[in-house]
């Protein structure tokens, strides 16, 4: 996680905004970005402990990330291990390259690290390593022009030692480059805090380090900030540059970019950095920024199969769900489309734990819950929608 003084304004440019266009398609597979996905793989997350760079729980959360790549279909011969050593320290990154169409030998890298300190890192940065999966799982038949590359780093709570050993040894060696990269599009620290109104997201700007690459970076991160607005719900603001994992590219002249959250929490680095103080609708939202981003940075194909329309078109329907008033005290009022007749909505704690359900009454009495933080789930056959909840 980076430490910085951050600056500069909230919003977006809107006559940039007309450098790109709206592609329904995009916002097709964005609306596949999946709540569900996103609060399983943090509470996994959690679970697999503090994940020190060399430790057996490191060495697990890797092994974890690379079990779902394999789920989601990508090969063995796809997904490459990357041992590096500092010190007496062992330990890995993990890379999956997913080749492109049209520039297969140039390559978009998608980035994050996955190993914390003092805490299981939730926030910091298993925010980070559940958005990068499930963009990986929606694009992974996604026709690109250019290849990706999800890199998953270990070491960067210790000086950003993984990526440093991949930028160093493996996108250079002796100094000459020998990956093509257009872009490096690094997630850290994008979970939230629990409480906090999360509606904003810093869009990462190259504005230190080599001058040679910052016109190229503020205009990749102009592209960052128009696909968020085009496909989330989320504001923007410009960060500048700072420590963490695509600085080691930054200082060989790559072009980079990125998400930081906006309103920052006190969390990372300590055991309280976990599922119940982060955000997951917030990482919900930033996931769809993301998978937006990244097709339009790879240029993903602009078709849409027919078999995929019925199902996102739901998708996209159910995220117009209502809930409210919210804070709630003695009841809740849900309003779904018309063409959802059956639906179970369940109210849970931040954990997991079903505390209230109901099936099709759109009229909830909260009465009987504490004051406090809770997660509302609408389910309606395979698909969920997950809204934070306040009871006061």
């Known amino acids: 996680m980076k430490n910085i003084f951050t600056f500069l304004l909230i919003g977006f440019v809107s006559h940039q905004l007309q450098s790109q266009t709206f592609i329904q398609a995009y916002q097709n597979r964005v609306n596949q970005v999946s709540q569900t996905n996103i609060t399983t793989n943090l509470q996994q997350f959690q679970n697999l402990g503090i994940k020190t760079t060399g430790s057996t729980n490191n060495a697990n959360t890797l092994t974890w990330i690379k079990n779902k790549y394999l789920s989601y279909g990508y090969t063995a011969s796809q997904i490459?291990?990357?041992p590096f050593t500092f010190g007496s320290t062992n330990s890995k990154n993990l890379v999956i390259t997913k080749t492109g169409t049209v520039y297969p030998n140039k390559y978009v890298i998608i980035c994050g690290h996955f190993d914390s300190i003092n805490g299981p890192g939730?926030?910091?940065?298993?925010?980070?390593?559940?958005?990068?999966?499930e963009a990986a799982r929606i694009l992974?038949?996604?026709?690109?022009?250019?290849?990706?590359?999800?890199?998953?780093?270990s070491g960067e709570e210790q000086g950003l030692r993984g990526s440093y050993h991949y930028a160093n040894?493996?996108?250079?060696?002796?100094?000459?480059?020998?990956?093509?990269?257009?872009?490096?599009?690094?997630?850290?620290q994008v979970g939230g805090k629990m409480g906090n109104t999360n509606n904003?997201?810093?869009c990462d700007e190259d504005q230190g380090g080599l001058s040679s690459n910052n016109?190229?970076?503020t205009a990749v991160t102009q592209q960052l900030i128009n696909c968020t607005t085009l496909y989330s719900p989320l504001q923007t603001a410009i960060d500048p540059a700072e420590s963490t994992d695509y600085i080691p590219f930054e200082q060989k002249g790559e072009v980079i970019t990125g998400y930081f959250e906006y309103k920052r929490s006190n969390y990372p680095h300590s055991s309280s950095d976990t599922f119940a103080n982060t955000d997951p609708v917030y990482i919900f939202k930033v996931g769809k920024a993301t998978v937006g981003a990244l097709q339009h940075f790879a240029t993903a194909t602009t078709a849409s199969s027919a078999a995929l329309g019925t199902k996102e078109s739901m998708i996209s329907t159910l995220e117009s769900v209502k809930i409210y008033p919210n804070p709630a005290k003695d009841y809740l009022m849900i309003e779904v489309p018309d063409s959802t007749k059956k639906f179970t909505f369940e109210i849970t704690d931040l954990t997991?734990?079903?505390?209230?359900?109901?099936?099709?009454?759109?009229?909830?009495?909260?009465?009987?819950?504490?004051k406090g933080v809770y997660l509302g789930n609408l389910k309606t056959d395979d698909h969920t929608v997950v809204r934070k909840l306040i009871i006061e």
């Not at 992974?140 to 780093?153: G, L, N, Q």
């Open 122 to 133: 939730v926030n910091d940065n298993g925010s980070g390593t559940s958005i990068i999966l």
């Open 200 to 202: 904003t997201i810093y």
């Open 352 to 370: 997991g734990r079903i505390l209230l359900k109901e099936e099709n009454q759109t009229r909830i009495n909260v009465s009987s819950l504490q």
């Open 169 to 188: 040894n493996i996108a250079y060696q002796n100094g000459v480059r020998k990956l093509d990269i257009k872009l490096v599009f690094n997630l850290d």
């Open 140 to 153: 992974k038949d996604v026709p690109t022009e250019y290849s990706i590359k999800f890199i998953h780093f």
């Open 215 to 217: 016109a190229a970076s």
């Open 80 to 82: 490459v291990e990357d």
